[in-house]
């Protein structure tokens, strides 16, 4: 009577099986695998290199450049903000030739509020969606901008999607209950009473020591009272 395998002997087989495969695949391609192992290790050492030795002098590069563009956007000098001064770049520079540095994705969304201020809206809205920020007060507030943009244009559905976006993005004492009180008052406008009580309730339940607090528990009552 032939012998059965147990269960731990066809685990074992089945294993045999699949490393006799490996073998045979290793011995059939050695060529291929040594080259596939090699193009690998060229591509990390190309990759560690241009980090080394093009990203990081770029990135180190723009940061000392934009300090001028800043200057002039604080003083309210727009346009030598955006172009230049000619002896100094400005944030389009900046933008269009680091633009993969942090200083350059920076530059963008000083663009955005650069254009923003001009009133040219539609500009403003694409260099807020191009801007790359680490900070992240800044990553909201280039979200509650573009919202801020269409507000503009009168595109208010749009706008409502960004400040509700923005308002649930990083929960902090700044941005969330301006961009709550944003969201409400645009669908108190759209009579939205309920969405509207909603947003205001959380400014005035959730941040009691925002200066819109009190106007937002006001705000609330009335729409609480008008949605029924």
């Known amino acids: 009577m032939a012998k059965k395998n147990t269960p731990d002997q066809e685990q074992d087989l089945d294993l ?31 990759l560690l290199a241009y980090k080394r030795f093009y990203a990081e002098p770029r ?4 940061s000392e450049l934009i300090w001028k563009a800043q200057y002039y956007f604080e003083i309210d000098s727009l346009d030598l903000a955006i172009n230049g ?7 389009d520079h900046i933008a269009s030739e680091y633009g993969s540095t942090p200083a350059g ?19 403003a ?7 790359t920020v680490d900070d992240d007060i800044l990553k909201v ?9 269409y507000t503009e244009l009168g595109r208010n559905e749009d706008a409502i999607g960004q400040f509700e976006r923005a308002a649930n993005m990083n929960a902090n004492d700044f941005t969330t209950p301006m961009y709550l009180m944003k969201l409400g008052i645009l669908h108190q406008q759209a009579g939205n009473w309920s969405k ?13 020591s925002s200066p819109d607090a009190n106007q937002a528990k006001k705000y609330a009552a009335r729409a609480e009272a008008m949605a029924g």
């Open 16 to 46: 045999g099986q699949v490393y006799t495969r490996t073998e045979l695949f290793l011995e059939k391609n050695k060529k291929a695998v040594s080259y596939g192992v090699t193009g690998l290790l060229l591509v990390v050492v190309g």
């Open 59 to 62: 990135a180190k590069e723009a």
């Open 85 to 91: 001064d000619g002896n100094f770049f400005g944030f």
């Open 105 to 123: 994705g920076l530059a963008k969304y000083y663009l955005g509020n650069c254009y923003m201020q001009k009133g040219d809206y539609e500009t």
């Open 125 to 131: 809205i694409g260099y807020f969606k191009e801007a």
């Open 141 to 149: 507030m280039a979200v509650g901008s573009i919202g801020d943009a």
């Open 196 to 208: 509207a009580a909603k947003a205001f309730r959380r400014v005035s339940d959730e941040f009691p």
